[in-house]
């Protein structure tokens, strides 16, 4: 498979477009569920992983109602796992104390902290991915700018997102062109560091262009949408009834709870 296939850049855009019940939320009780989110999945402790698993059902439910291919942000997930992998890698070599077993085999507790972290991992991009698809990237800075985020900082947001479309454009078309001209032959370490240092001069020279034309066109650093949305009583239901569940499964362990039911359930 290409790496055009797995980056599909602009295909969240045509995402964020659609029309269905994740998407006719407002984008700020999108935004702030899924900030309350991420805060309290990161605030567990470093061995938790039964405790965070019931914390799936917010991305999961939010891909379902939005209507979102579970393979595409599945996709988009993997092309980051290499960054969390890195961070978890030495966990098992450094932290060797036994705190459990499973069958014939001793578990560590360097093996738990590091499954713990590829949860979260799991978790805090999923739910981000899931918020961008459902929502677009127009209307979630939109969001965040009336939620009282510095305008430049959302700006500077819309456009790094922006343009990488422009930048991965111009790499993949200079990449053809160094392929070509290499006849077949695989290119060399120093090829790629040349084609990196003329597609920063070249990004540089188009952002300038790009900060004109919008200039010229009266751009005054103020995110707009064509169709503002406002704050329903749903949307305020969605935001109460997560935080609940959120605050709810960070003080009791939902999924032990439920284990235990079941268990005595079937005794």
């Known amino acids: 498979m290409r790496w055009a296939d797995w980056v599909e850049i602009g295909r969240m855009d045509e995402l964020g477009r659609m029309d269905t019940p994740a998407h006719r ?10 900030l309350v989110f991420i805060v309290v999945v990161m605030s567990f402790p470093r061995h938790a992983v039964s405790a965070l698993t019931p914390f799936l059902l917010y991305p999961v439910v939010l891909v379902a109602a939005g209507n979102i291919p579970a393979q595409y942000l599945l996709k988009k997930v993997l092309l980051a796992a ?7 890698l030495f966990n098992p070599f450094m932290d060797r104390q036994p705190v459990g077993r499973v069958g014939p085999w001793v578990v560590t507790g360097g093996w738990v902290s590091f499954a713990s972290i590829m949860l979260r991992f799991l978790l805090t991009v999923g739910a981000a991915l899931a918020l961008l698809a459902c929502t677009g990237m127009n209307r979630l800075g939109a969001a965040l700018e009336r939620l009282g985020f510095p305008r430049v900082f959302v700006a500077q947001l819309l456009f790094l997102y922006r343009y990488l479309f422009v930048v991965s454009a111009e790499a993949a078309k ?19 560091g040349s084609m990196i240092g003329h597609l920063l001069l ?32 749903s949307d305020a239901a969605f935001v109460v009834g997560c935080v609940l569940f ?9 999924a032990e709870a439920l284990g235990r039911l079941l268990t005595g359930g079937a005794s």
């Open 25 to 34: 939320l407002d984008a700020r009780a999108k935004a702030i569920v899924t």
């Open 246 to 254: 959120f605050v709810s499964a960070r003080l009791w362990n939902l």
């Open 82 to 88: 290499p960054f969390a992998l890195l961070i978890g």
């Open 202 to 233: 070249r990004s540089m020279d188009r952002a300038e262009r790009v900060y004109r034309a919008m200039v010229a066109r009266g751009f005054d650093g103020e995110v707009r949408v064509l169709r503002p949305s406002s704050f329903r009583w």
């Open 174 to 192: 200079m990449k053809r062109s160094a392929e070509v001209r290499a006849s077949g032959r695989p290119l060399r370490l120093r090829v790629y």
